[in-house]
């Protein structure tokens, strides 16, 4: 009984955590770049509308991924033209582009479906692909195949972060643009990627939302996921494997609350066990290093062709 | 020779402008796509406001004031964006103030919701922050967190101790006649005086910032905190009290708008009234007049997507989509009044060839 409860209790969490893990470590690239992405609302909504839109209308899971994490891109690159090349204002641009983003998706989805939400669309909770593995492959086919590519991508953004000459591009680009491009480094263009791959990436935890945890698109789905996401980098110092326990911890108290509320157990109003990741990052924000945000700096940095 | 009125140069003149034409062509595109017409949906947006000036007045209250806050903030250099929940706060004890506090004469109970809302506005910032200011934590996440913190409280409020009559509906008893403000006009479309408020606080911001020591020294903290530090300002002071009054506006606001319009606190009860205020503040650059006239334009978008969803069939979250194509544009606003600037100077020199 007690182990039946810790085992849905980890399916939970990691079911959870999918979208958050994926769009923090997005934004860790966004944020490393010195670019603030407080838009990550947006694109995650806008990757969870393109995924349940294309895969409505064409029945192909695997191209509703595909065009979520291109929605996510073009978002995405919405906010890097902005604050990358025209020097405009981070956070007003990321705060806009959730307004947008939900604004755009809800539009055409009530336009096109005249209700809040699209039918039910095909999904991908499972990954049968596995199943035929010995012993484990009935546990590992629960998961959804954006999982995999979830731990996929931690892998490689640790690698990249760690390992790598683009990791150490991206963190020198983000502490001092100025120095880095008198090192011949092209420092938008290296701005750019990172924004755009910060989109994409948000868009896939977006088309997560809707094919890996829900069967369709609802109106404002990501309920804050995409702050979770910026809260989780922070709180990882933006660096991956940080970030990534960071948001496993938002994903556990997401799937407590879950259990509480289902099981009925303790009498406790679920705002407060909802409440209780927020108020942990608070006290780590409090108690851990202040520091971890001055060594990047979030000014635009402005090509010298525009005169202002 | 640039054109300038009254020491402003044109091209600053223009750019609010150029951002609006923008913003509407570029959502024309997205209504065309639907197959309705864009014109014919901004006549139905525009006769929805001037049918229905009353209402936008009422919704221009708690944009202004938000604006107000935010653009104290942008004069003392922070970025304040979390008005959502110190708003909420605001609303939500006032609300309770209203319900629950009985046998007061209406001069004194409106007051003490107003005064109330003010409080736990300010008292929500408190944490913050003292966080920001003391331990430099990092202001924008604590905003986002208590953001996030504030609606929980307040759906745990509206749902559990202050639930209404009706269990049905998430929303808290209406408060007492006593606590409801007097109305400047009556009817079924009534406007209480609210927008005094919004006039009078205004006029304040204009004067402290302008016309005061504290608010050049405000400003001198904005312009580089650095320098004002080594000027002997205690650049802690104003980052402290900014955010208080931050605060204090935003929770004000609430109370306004409980006590002016609604009556009663319900469930999602900000349609992001905190944020609004932001690109308001921005693209008015802390002005008040151009604050107060960007809050009416928010306003007027709110009240008149109604109409126009009733009479052109185009869905109101159009409304949101012209917000969020101003914000982008806005936040690329000196990109703007570059371009704006570039080609005010091209016309002139080749007027003059």
Not at chain 2, 273 to 278: K, L, M, P, V
Request: aromatic fraction near 10%; glycine fraction near 10%.
């Amino acid at each position: 009984m007690n182990q039946s409860i810790i085992f849905i209790m980890i399916m939970s969490m990691m079911r959870l955590t999918v979208p958050i893990i994926i769009a923090a470590l997005g934004n860790m690239y966004c944020l490393q770049a010195g670019i603030m992405n407080l838009g990550a609302d947006g694109m995650m909504i806008a990757g969870a509308f393109g995924a349940a839109l294309t895969t409505y209308f064409t029945g192909n899971v695997w191209l509703g991924v595909l065009v979520g994490v291109l929605a996510g891109g073009i978002i995405g690159s919405l906010h890097s033209l902005i604050c990358v090349e025209f020097g405009g204002m981070q956070n007003v641009s990321g705060l806009g582009l959730n307004i947008l983003a939900a604004g755009v998706t809800t539009f055409l989805c009530r336009t096109v479906f005249k209700s809040n939400m699209t039918p039910s669309v095909k999904n991908m909770f499972t990954t049968p692909v596995l199943a035929g593995i010995p012993v484990i492959g009935d546990l590992l086919m629960q998961f959804s195949p954006i999982f995999y590519i979830m731990i996929v991508l931690s892998f490689i953004s640790w690698y990249v972060m760690a390992k790598t000459v683009a990791g150490l591009h991206i963190i020198a680009v983000g502490s001092d643009p100025r120095t880095t491009e008198t090192a011949g480094i092209n420092v938008w263009r290296l701005k750019h990627i990172c924004v755009i791959t910060c989109g994409l990436m948000t868009g896939l935890a977006g088309a997560y939302l809707s094919l890996g945890q829900l069967d369709r698109f609802v109106e404002g789905m990501t309920s804050g996921k995409g702050m979770l996401a910026i809260i989780a980098v922070t709180i990882g110092r933006r660096k991956p494997l940080k970030t990534v326990a960071a948001a496993l911890v938002f994903g556990f108290f997401d799937a407590l609350q879950l259990q509480i509320q289902i099981k009925n157990v303790l009498d406790l109003p679920p705002e407060l066990i909802l409440s209780i990741p927020y108020v942990v990052a608070v006290l780590a924000l409090l108690f851990g290093s202040s520091k971890s945000m001055d060594k990047v700096n979030l000014n635009p940095y402005v090509k010298n062709k525009y005169e202002f | 020779m640039r054109i300038k009125i009254r020491g402003i140069s044109l091209a600053n003149i223009m750019t609010p402008f150029v951002i609006i034409a923008a913003a509407m062509l570029i959502t024309s595109a997205l209504i065309m796509t639907t197959g309705a017409n864009p014109l014919n949906a901004y006549y139905h947006l525009l006769t929805g406001v001037f049918s229905n000036i009353i209402d936008t007045i009422n919704r221009t209250v708690p944009i202004a004031f938000t604006a107000f806050a935010v653009a104290l903030g942008i004069k003392v250099g922070l970025f304040n964006i979390g008005l959502e929940s110190q708003f909420l706060m605001g609303s939500l004890a006032s609300a309770a103030a209203g319900a629950y506090i009985t046998g007061l004469p209406s001069a004194m109970h409106v007051p003490l919701c107003l005064i109330v809302g003010m409080l736990s506005g300010m008292l929500y910032a408190l944490p913050v922050t003292a966080m920001f200011v003391g331990k430099g934590a990092n202001l924008l996440v604590l905003q986002l967190l208590f953001n996030s913190i504030g609606t929980l409280i307040c759906t745990y409020f509206i749902a559990g101790p202050f639930a209404g009559e009706n269990p049905a509906v998430a929303a808290m008893p209406r408060i007492q006649a006593t606590a409801q403000q007097p109305n400047l006009i009556n009817g079924p479309n009534k406007l209480s005086i609210s927008i005094l408020f919004v006039i009078l606080v205004a006029f304040a911001i204009w004067f402290y910032l302008n016309k005061t020591t504290g608010g050049y020294q405000l400003r001198a903290v904005g312009d580089n905190a650095d320098a004002a530090r080594c000027a002997g300002i205690n650049v802690k002071k104003y980052h402290f009290w900014v955010l208080l009054a931050g605060g204090g506006l935003a929770g004000f606001a609430g109370a306004l708008d409980v006590t002016g319009n609604f009556y009663r606190m319900y469930g999602n009860y900000s349609p992001g009234y905190g944020f609004d205020g932001i690109p308001i503040a921005m693209l008015a650059n802390g002005n008040p007049l151009g604050m107060v006239i960007g809050a009416i334009v928010f306003g007027a978008l709110r009240v008149g997507s109604v109409n126009m969803q009733a009479k052109a069939g185009v869905s109101v979250e159009i409304v949101k989509v012209i917000q969020g194509v101003l914000i982008m544009l806005i936040s690329a606003q000196h990109f703007v009044r570059f371009l704006v600037g570039k080609y005010i100077k091209n016309s002139e020199r080749s007027g003059k060839a």
